[in-house]
């Protein structure tokens, strides 16, 4: 069994935003999915769009409103809400809001993390 606490997994600062990488491939034996948590600060976002190619994410959003864009289309996103990401889909969210937008997040299968990710990582690794 492995129980993750949000409040002692690796988190990386993104001056915006917290992310929590909770069940990563890297850190633990999971092989089918990944799991983090994202903290957007108020009128922050997760600047610059990416994508994960071969993988499908779904966030659910705990608390806060922002803004979803999927490739071209924007929606709007609040409390209580799931959200679906294709695979290969550009993807960007930004807070709208005077408080936090904060969501989880799943994506399977495991996506390599972006570049700047992992350099956060081993930084904080050492």
Not at 69 to 80: F, P, T, W, Y
Request: proline letters at 7%; a negative charge.
């Amino acid at each position: 069994m492995i129980i993750v606490n949000l409040k002692k997994s690796t988190v990386v600062d993104l001056k915006n935003r917290l992310t929590y990488f909770m069940l990563l491939p890297e850190s633990f034996n999971v092989k089918n999915f990944q799991i983090g948590y994202t903290t957007i600060y108020p009128n922050g976002d997760t600047h610059p769009p990416h994508t994960h190619e071969n993988s499908e994410e779904a966030y659910f959003v705990r608390c806060g409103k922002g803004i979803m864009r999927i490739n071209m289309e924007e929606e709007e996103i609040k409390e209580g809400d799931v959200v679906y990401i294709p695979a290969g889909s550009e993807h960007y969210t930004k807070n709208t809001v005077e408080t936090t937008l904060e969501y989880l997040w799943i994506i399977s299968p495991p996506s390599p993390l972006p570049q700047f990710l992992k350099e956060k990582l081993e930084k904080l690794k050492k």
